[in-house]
């Protein structure tokens, strides 16, 4: 909760003081990757009125640091983001994940995720998810896929 305050109550502001931004919330994205990327997502399902959309590369939803999977951390996970989603009609979400490494193990809770986004109204407009076949959980891999996602998000 305070991170995520930090970030849309904090950061942001000074941000928007120091450089010329807009102010409204469909031109704010947050992206980040593993356990950043679930720090973006709760920042943005609690704060929509301030942030339109997040880019996540290899959300981190098994959430535990033994690199297994747990479904009680995974389901719990899982099923707060989908009860808590931002309106679809203005936000937006990217989310992507290898099939290797660590990102083999995020196979469940994104497919639980990828419904969940589906039944809450997000189009594929709106709401964009893929597998990066043979890539994995690291800056290289993520790197290659950070200019489809910027792609999508400019809407080129």
Known sequence: DDFASFLAEDLLPRRRKEVIVSTAAEDVYLGVCSMGALISCYT??????????????????????????????????TGWFCSHLPDPASHEVWMDRGTEGLDSLYTHPQDVIDQCIISQ?????????????????????????FPQAIRWMLRE
Request: aromatic content about 16%; charged content about 15%; glycine content about 10%.
């Open 121 to 145: 109204g997000f189009t594929t407009q709106q709401g964009y998810s893929s597998v990066a076949a043979g890539e994995t959980h690291n800056e290289p891999s993520w790197s290659r896929r």
């Open 44 to 77: 943005w399902c609690r704060y929509p009125h301030l942030i339109g959309g997040v880019i996540m590369f290899s959300t981190h939803w098994i959430g535990n640091f033994r690199y297994e999977y747990d479904p009680v951390i995974a389901e719990s996970m």
